[in-house]
């Protein structure tokens, strides 16, 4: 059975809570287990996955894999660009350096209605989605014959 980290972002929690909602009724339906962490919003996620991953490596809890949620919505300044492509950036560069089961579910969108539309429980639910990949990568890291990562990051 998989045991996942749901690491999320609170900056809009509306659209955080259906996004964590569809996260635990996939990972329970997969009869898995989540534990989950808050960051303030979807530019600390990666901060929060490398904290994550150290603290296994130091002998902490281990998580076969990880469900990364957030929201960025477009606003009227290049903000918007800046965290959703270094949120995204910082993510995959742990994931693929650490060998990391991972399921992205950080929703980038013009505007709330669209967010709206992405994270309600009864469409197609982006925090469900992320949790199926990120355990569809357990099973695939498991398909290769490797374990959840333990080292620490950037060890020799």
């Known amino acids: 059975m998989a045991h996942l980290l749901i690491i ?6 509306d659209i955080a809570d259906e996004l964590l909602s569809g996260a635990v009724r996939s990972i329970e339906r997969a009869g898995a287990t989540y534990e989950r ?4 919003g979807s530019f600390e996620l990666p901060a ?6 150290e603290a296994v490596a130091m002998g902490g809890k281990r998580y076969d894999g990880y469900v990364i ?12 660009d800046i965290v959703a492509n270094e949120s ?4 995959m560069r742990l994931a693929v350096e650490e060998t990391a089961a991972v399921g992205y579910g950080i929703v980038t969108v013009d505007n709330e209605d669209q967010a709206r539309a992405r994270a309600r429980a009864d469409g197609p639910n982006r925090g469900g989605q992320a ?17 959840a990562p333990s080292s620490a990051i950037g060890a020799d």
């Open 88 to 91: 995204a950036r910082g993510i």
């Open 37 to 40: 962490v808050s960051v303030p």
């Open 69 to 80: 949620l957030g929201c960025v919505i477009r606003g009227e300044t290049s903000h918007y």
């Open 8 to 13: 999320e972002a609170r900056f809009y929690d």
């Open 48 to 53: 929060a996955l490398s904290m994550a991953m």
């Open 131 to 147: 949790a199926e990949a990120a355990l569809r990568m357990v099973a695939v890291r498991a398909g290769f014959g490797l374990k």
